[in-house]
């Protein structure tokens, strides 16, 4: 695959995952087998685990398609996703936690929601209908879902998961900010993206602990959606246009 283009880039944000990440990794490769030429951009945010370590040890597994990029200062999951963005190569982007908590044998039913015609202007995203998380987790998230939602308006029930199946391009859009990750399918719609959402495996944390709680998901994540109330309010698409000869 080293010298050929990547149709898709699947990006991972990584942070304190040691025990996680390579494992990820190999079934990330196993469900993107058939799918055509594709790389894995694994993004480790400053970790102080041993993650970075064992991802450079890993690189001769899978030479041509596993790619690390590591932050020397950590910087949250949000510019982790956009730095692993921005390195990819692929046409389309897949996303997934490095937790494990995602299945990564769901991508191939997301890329196959990819409009076979016309333009494939659009956002996704994975659904986990049955949370294998702890109760505050749970209780964080459905009521963080239930206001965004309400505000929003943007007809996706579980922006908080991470699988997801984007255009390259579609993210270069959108405006960066801490903790956008949790607005994608809105801030995609305020690019003119469709959203749709996908059900998928949600599968329970097996090594490490959880980096999110009531403090830094429910109550950060109410003030940044009014920022990205005000972004939609102000959005503007622009005409065609022709620019004039002499």
Known sequence: MSD????????IPCYNEADNIVALVEEVVQAMRELGPYEVVVVDDCSNDGSQERLRAALPRWPGVLRVVAHAVNRGQSAALCSGVDAARGEWIATLDGDGQNDPADIPA????????????VIICGHRKRRR???????????ANGVRSRA??????DTGCGLKVFPRRLFLLMPRFDHMHRFMPALAQRCGAVSTSVEVNHRPRLHGQSKYGIGNRLWVGIVDLFGVMW????????????????
Do not use: H, M, N, Y
Not at 4 to 11: A, E, G, I, Q, Y
Not at 152 to 157: I, K, M, V
């Open 133 to 143: 998380d702890t109760w505050v987790r749970r209780l964080s998230s459905k009521v």
């Open 152 to 157: 929003l308006g943007d007809a996706t029930p």
């Open 4 to 11: 050929t283009t990547p149709r898709f880039s699947v990006v």
């Open 231 to 246: 972004l939609r309010r102000r959005a503007f698409r622009t005409s065609s246009c022709d620019e004039l000869g002499p």
């Open 110 to 121: 997301l890329v196959a929601r990819i409009p076979r015609q016309g333009e494939a202007w």
